[in-house]
């Protein structure tokens, strides 16, 4: 890629957010889960604990879509 603009100056920076936390998530829970609806609203992640089902959008700007909170 050869692609070394600083973060905030991409366009593909969202994808590149998304990326990170998934290989994160995957460093420590075994199953990585994502939402969808027949609409095409959806959550990024979903991960379950021993105790509870945690959803995970993962955005670079702070407003939510219909997708989380709908879940």
Avoid at 7 to 30: A, C, H, P, Q, T
Avoid at 31 to 48: C, G, L, P
Avoid at 55 to 63: D, F, G, L, S, Y
């Amino acid at each position: 890629m050869n692609n070394f603009t600083q973060l905030e100056s991409r366009i593909d920076k969202g994808v590149i957010i998304e990326n990170f936390i998934f290989n994160e998530l995957r460093s420590n829970f075994e199953k990585i889960n994502y939402w969808r609806t027949t609409s095409e609203a959806e959550v990024d992640f979903v991960i379950q604990t021993s105790k509870e089902i945690i959803p995970i959008e993962v955005k670079n700007q702070t407003k939510l879509k219909s997708g989380f909170l709908v879940f």
